[in-house]
């Protein structure tokens, strides 16, 4: 392959018009003649450049509102033709075709008018054909042609032009082909997967994932594993999207540990009150409401004290400075919230290594979406946990009914349950969290453990009693015997939550009957692995 390969013509068509004119006046400094099409030829034309249409390459005008321009050997020649191939240029000399040493192509906006809710007649007029095909071609040849399809890429451009005397090296060419490629894959991933949803087809034949690139991480879960993060290009509010104020870079488990903890705390509107979560290694150590943001981040912290520590902190409701000061009175790794004022951004910048977040609001929890994992060969795809339920979907199952207060606290516990992995038990009082089990083999394990996490911050606050005395206990998935229900009942609960379907259930009831528990079955379950 060449590797200098000078840039003489250079064709450019893009709707983001974002830095055009200022690449199109260098390039033109540098005596590249350039062609282009449609609204860039008269952008060009109105900053007083000289431009070439298209259709004087193709001998033919823009056609079929815009449908049919490029697609015509006179430009594909041009930007396919091997320069030191005898045949190619041949051909290219009998036909009248010149050739395009640089592409400058991005594509009719698909994924944002989508994003805004577009009617299927428009979004199907935003896919771009000949685009993508001229992208491909370009990237196709790239040992002499240079593609470049997004505007960051203009500067290392007219970088590498001055740095090489107004050619550019192969290894500089491969880079941009390789992002070419994958511009033109994302994009034809996000046709095909609104296209599945637009025509009802949840398991399409082939599925594709895209992403763009937010942050180069340090490293993965652990330091001998490289990583990276991805925006998928939705606007849901969150870690990806959330502006950072202060702090190092996040790692990967920050990441993946302040999306949890967002997530959480987005099931409880600030129209219901302030909310506070506390997550450590993706599961929470301490939920809570309040009467204020400060009282419900202290009886979240209150749960587990000793999980807090190094934890991440989401929030409902914007951030005031009496919450701040109390979360920096111990080391918090990152602080997510809807917002801040002022005064509690001031203090956040008096701890460096605290990383503080803020969205543009809360993720909502009934919206549909995709979630995927890897497994060996291959991956998994499910609908995201959008599962919701209201006192009218309960199932009174037990001969006692629940009081109100007990039914509050029910339908917060399981709330938090959704987002602890499973098998996951969660006891509420007043709220709040009060103790939490979450990962383990055995359902009863996990009761005995939330119930032992109580009964030690009971030390701690100096309390008489565990604070489990009078709660309410969640069960993301059914009690398969009785013993995990009556554990609880033990650790001094009082009404259950559980989705229910266990061959046993009546000896469940029975048992809970037994212990004068109430139990209302959801009917639904939420797994978390």
């Not at 055009?20 to 450049?49: C, F, H, N, P, Y």
């Not at 540990?257 to 302030?274: I, M, Q, R, Y």
């Not at 946990?385 to 199952?397: F, H, K, P, S, Y």
Request: glycine share 8%; net charge negative.
């Amino acid at each position: 392959m060449t590797d200098l390969a000078p840039l003489k013509r250079a064709l450019i068509s893009v709707s983001d018009k974002t830095g055009l004119i200022d690449l199109a006046k260098a390039l033109a400094a540098r005596k590249v003649e350039l062609v282009s099409t449609g609204g860039t030829a008269r952008a060009l034309r109105e900053a007083g450049l000289a431009v070439q249409d298209v259709s004087d390459l193709t001998g033919f005008p823009e056609m079929m509102d815009g449908r049919v321009k490029t697609l015509h050997p006179g430009v594909h020649g041009g930007l396919l033709a091997l320069r030191d191939d005898a045949a190619h240029t041949g051909a290219m000399e009998a036909h009248g075709i010149r050739p395009i040493d640089l592409l400058v192509v991005n594509l009719y906006p698909f994924e944002a008018t989508v994003a805004r809710g577009a009617e299927y007649a428009e979004a199907i007029e935003n896919i771009d054909i000949g685009g993508p095909a001229m992208i491909r071609a370009a990237a196709k040849n790239h040992a002499f042609v240079s593609v470049v399809t997004d505007p960051e890429d203009y500067l290392p451009l007219l970088s590498e032009l001055d740095a090489e005397g107004g050619k550019t090296r192969l290894s500089f060419r491969q880079t941009l082909a390789q992002r070419a490629y994958a511009r033109t894959a994302a994009y034809d991933a996000a046709v095909s997967t609104w296209m599945a949803g637009a025509i009802v087809e949840p398991a399409p034949r082939r599925r594709a994932f895209a992403g763009t690139l937010a942050q180069t991480l340090r490293y993965g879960e652990n330091p001998h594993q490289s990583a990276a993060f991805y925006r998928d290009g939705s606007e849901r509010p969150g870690v990806a999207t959330a502006t950072q104020h202060q702090g190092k870079e996040l790692s990967y488990n920050n990441i993946n540990d302040t999306d949890a903890a967002f997530e959480l705390v987005s099931e409880f509107l600030p129209a219901d009150g302030p909310a506070c979560a506390i997550i450590k290694h993706a599961n929470p150590c301490g939920v809570a409401r309040g009467e204020t943001l400060l009282e419900a981040y202290q009886r979240a912290y209150d749960c587990d004290r000793t999980s807090a520590f190094g934890g991440i902190v989401a929030f409902n409701s914007p951030l005031d400075l009496k919450t701040a000061q109390a979360i920096t009175e111990i080391f918090t790794e990152v602080v997510i919230a809807p917002g801040a004022n002022h005064d509690a951004i001031a203090h956040f910048a008096t701890k460096k290594n605290l990383r503080l977040l803020t969205t543009r609001g809360l993720a909502n929890p009934a919206a549909p979406g995709v979630a995927f994992k890897q497994v060996s060969g291959g991956f998994l795809v499910q609908d995201r946990d959008n599962g919701m339920i209201t006192a009218e979907d309960l199932r009174v199952v037990s001969a006692r009914s629940p009081s109100a207060t007990e039914l509050a606290d029910l339908l917060f516990a399981w709330k938090v349950a959704k987002h602890v992995k499973s098998n996951a038990i969660v006891y509420v009082k007043g709220g709040a969290t009060v103790g939490v089990g979450a990962g383990q083999m055995s359902r009863v394990d996990s009761t005995r453990i939330a119930a032992q996490k109580a009964r030690d911050m009971a030390e701690v606050l100096g309390m008489d009693a565990a604070p489990t005395q009078g709660s309410v206990v969640a069960s993301d998935a059914f009690f398969p015997f009785a013993d995990g229900l009556l554990t609880a009942a033990e650790a001094g609960a009082t009404a259950v939550i559980q989705p229910g379907g266990s061959m046993r259930d009546e000896d469940v009831i029975a048992a809970a009957d037994a212990a004068g528990l109430a139990m209302v079955f959801t009917g639904q379950r939420h797994f978390r692995h």
